[in-house]
């Protein structure tokens, strides 16, 4: 008997959905980093056994969309919970304080699309490093009254505990099936992707303000050497004092960007990587379907 499906990793930002799956897929696909709307696109991480295939799907976090590039991730979100064969609503410790009342109330209308669906779901509490078993207990008796017939799993993604137990219960909830794609693989997505990825995380984590959100990359070139991988990027950003802002004092904070992305995509492909960076003024490239479909948002 072979089991496999699509395990899609739904929730608010910062609650942890990117680490988690990372963690589930052994491997580092998805960007994290301590701001909120990290993840921008549904990336899938794939995890191969002799008898399973387990098609993960990391998601944006559920907003209220400001803008068309918000509104395009939000599809992202209801898709993921139409064509599921396990959801993965994941939660955390803080979110489910009092203090994080608002955050509930932002996912209520994509709570309500999981607790119609009829798809099997686990409701992951995640961060349970920075609680008690009695505040816990409170936390998964309030998860279970928003969705009665989930499984509550408590979970650390970042420590590691209880994830073998949450896989153990994947794989119990996943259907029989023959795998979707070959054995081999672990992703959906093209070396082209993960450089842009791993270049944005950089600038999530340099830059404050409007700056991250503002940004989005393209991969100009990519010529695979033996010995080196050759990429040229371009930094898109929304208006004329962003770039000036991005690019830094001769070019300083551009550079220590580039730098730090370098190291990374080495790290990423075991190889040596030659990375060129230009950035270009794409006015208000959020509000733009034209654009949003090049960058790979729209259908």
């Known amino acids: 008997m072979h089991k496999s499906g699509f395990v899609n ?7 942890g959905k990117s680490t988690l799956m990372n963690r589930l897929v052994g491997e580092r696909l998805s960007i994290i980093t301590s701001k909120a709307q990290t993840t921008r696109h549904r990336i899938m991480g794939i995890v191969n056994g002799e008898d399973f295939q387990i098609v993960y799907s990391d998601t944006p976090g559920i907003l209220k969309p400001s ?3 918000q509104e395009s991730m939000m599809k992202f979100v209801h898709g993921a919970v139409q064509d599921a064969d396990v959801i993965l609503y994941v939660t955390d410790t803080v979110e489910l304080t009092a203090e994080g009342e608002g955050a509930e109330n932002r996912s209520t209308e994509v709570v309500e699309k999981i607790a119609h669906s009829g798809i099997p779901t686990i409701v992951v509490i995640n961060k349970i490093d920075l609680t008690t078993p009695e505040a816990l207990e409170t936390m998964a008796e309030r998860c279970k009254r ?3 017939d989930a499984h509550i799993v408590p979970v650390s993604a970042l420590e590691g505990f209880n994830i073998p137990g949450l896989f153990d219960l994947i794989l119990q909830l ?3 099936g023959e795998p979707f794609y070959p054995k081999d693989a672990l992703t959906d997505r093209s070396l082209r992707f993960f450089a842009s990825e791993i270049i944005r995380e950089k600038i999530l984590l340099n830059y404050s303000k409007e700056i991250p959100y503002s940004v989005e990359i393209t991969i100009d070139e990519y010529k695979e050497e033996p010995e080196i991988d050759r990429i040229g990027a371009t930094i898109h950003v929304a208006r004329e004092s962003q770039k000036g802002i991005l690019i830094g004092h001769k070019g300083e904070r551009l550079k220590k960007v580039g730098t730090a992305a370098r190291i990374d995509l080495e790290k990423f492909l075991d190889k040596k990587v030659f990375l060129q960076l230009h950035v270009k003024v794409s006015d208000d490239w959020r509000n733009d379907t034209r654009q949003l479909r090049r960058f790979g948002y729209e259908e």
């Open 174 to 176: 996943l259907p029989e």
């Open 67 to 69: 803008y068309k590039l």
């Open 9 to 15: 990793i739904i929730g608010n930002p910062n609650v």
């Open 146 to 148: 928003r969705l009665p």
